[in-house]
């Protein structure tokens, strides 16, 4: 396969790092009328060493593709991730949805061809690039079930506020092991509250337990 192309007679190709991948699909990004993403962090891993040449094409055609794109709730734990989130929504016109559902990563365009992200461990992540129209329009009708339950990022982002601010103190209490009368002691909650608090926690991680919590907080750079 030539450099920056992607063929239909190729339905399933493996890249490994992010130049590759770019290299393969950037120009992609640049003519794209429809984008779809979901991302667990704010680096776009399709571009991370060429953020600033996307980053400057897509504000020439603002408003010319429809861009959306999902995020993990617990991205918006941090405060400055959270507004760093809707600066960047604002000025390339993006819509942004929040869901606490687990999802790979992945990018689509145009509904054409579908970018899936490998797992990350030690050396150039792996990436799938897809255009088998039957595999890309399953990628598409998932995204578009979630698209439909996630959450405004606005209104999601109202809604964790409370626990936004509480989340460094309560993280570190669960880390301590604290029993849940102390930590609520603490904090100068009752018991029910900080209970409360901690289920919010969990739910905005997509934890399903205590400690399964404190490794994603980890991951996100929480604590």
């Known amino acids: 396969m030539a450099m920056g192309d992607v063929r239909t007679g190729d339905p399933v190709t493996i890249v490994r790092g992010e130049e590759e991948l770019f290299r393969r699909v950037g120009h992609l990004f640049m003519s794209a009328t429809d984008v779809a993403c979901v991302a667990n962090d704010l680096a776009l891993w399709v571009a991370e060493r060429r953020a600033a040449e996307l980053e400057e094409a897509a504000l020439q055609r603002a408003g010319a593709a429809r861009v959306r794109k999902i995020y993990r709730s617990g991205l ?36 054409k061809v579908a970018i899936l992200a490998g797992e990350r461990h030690e050396g150039p992540r792996s990436y799938s690039v897809i255009t088998q129209p039957e595999t890309v329009q399953g990628v598409v009708s998932l995204f578009d079930t979630v698209w439909r339950s996630a959450v405004d990022l606005d209104v999601y982002d109202a809604q964790v506020a409370e626990i936004r601010r509480l989340a460094p103190a309560v993280l570190d209490l669960l880390g301590q092991g604290a029993k849940d009368e102390a930590a609520a002691r603490k904090l100068g909650l009752s018991v029910r509250t900080y209970r409360r608090r901690v289920g919010e926690l969990m739910a905005a991680l997509g934890a399903e337990s205590r400690f399964q919590a404190g490794v994603r907080a980890r991951e996100l750079g929480l604590v």
């Open 76 to 111: 918006l734990l941090d405060a400055v991730s959270a507004q760093e989130l809707a600066r960047r929504r604002d000025r390339h016109g993006a819509q942004v949805r929040i869901t606490t559902d687990e999802l790979s990563e992945t990018i689509v365009v145009d509904r």
